[in-house]
């Protein structure tokens, strides 16, 4: 049986991510996703219970800024900035050097979740978009 060649990524065919995902709309586009990111590294700064994700970090966040917002707008269903820039996005390889347990998960999550009950006013893209980004949060851990 004659196998027929896999086709290189580069000409796979895919839709673009505001097709299949409204998020970057509803949530008030470009402005509101920088907004967003914002206030996440605030709180991470700010809360307790996130010192061990923010000591993760360097000490300028800027550049952390900047990749979550060009992913988010991706991710979000709006312009695939990260995509374009750096290539695919390969989180999980990505936050690999990092350990990442279920505290540091959760600890993630509350500065996440604080974030959007303070920039997202719909309750329901609030629920949805919590719900994926834990999704996401749960697929990076890599320790028990």
Same mark, same amino acid.
């Given at each position: 049986?004659?196998?027929?060649?896999?086709?290189?990524?580069?000409?796979?065919?895919?839709?673009?991510?505001?097709?299949?995902?409204?998020?970057?709309?509803?949530?008030?586009?470009?402005?509101?996703?920088?907004?967003?990111?914002?206030?996440?590294?605030?709180?991470?700064?700010?809360?307790? !219970?996130?010192?061990?994700?923010? +000591?993760?970090?360097?000490?300028? =966040? /800027?550049?952390?800024?900047? @990749?979550?917002?060009? $992913? #988010?707008?991706?991710?979000?269903?709006?312009?695939?900035?990260?995509?374009?820039?750096?290539?695919?996005?390969?989180?999980?390889?990505?936050?690999?050097?990092?350990?990442?347990?279920?505290?540091?998960?959760?600890?993630?999550?509350?500065?996440?979740?604080?974030?959007? !009950?303070?920039?997202?006013?719909? +309750?329901?893209?609030?629920?949805? =978009? /919590?719900?994926?980004?834990? @999704?996401?949060?749960? $697929? #990076?851990?890599?320790?028990?």
């Amino acid at each position: 049986m004659k196998q027929s060649p896999a086709l290189p990524l580069a000409t796979a065919v895919t839709l673009p991510a505001s097709v299949d995902n409204p998020h970057y709309r509803q949530i008030g586009g470009e402005q509101a996703v920088r907004r967003l990111v914002e206030r996440f590294y605030q709180l991470m700064d700010e809360l307790p !219970e996130a010192r061990a994700i923010r +000591a993760m970090h360097p000490p300028d =966040l /800027a550049p952390a800024k900047e @990749k979550l917002f060009l $992913f #988010l707008s991706g991710w979000l269903g709006g312009p695939p900035l990260y995509a374009e820039r750096h290539g695919p996005p390969r989180l999980r390889q990505k936050h690999l050097p990092f350990p990442i347990d279920t505290a540091a998960r959760d600890a993630w999550m509350a500065c996440m979740n604080r974030a959007l !009950e303070e920039q997202v006013s719909d +309750a329901d893209l609030r629920a949805q =978009l /919590a719900a994926s980004f834990f @999704k996401t949060a749960d $697929f #990076l851990r890599n320790q028990p």
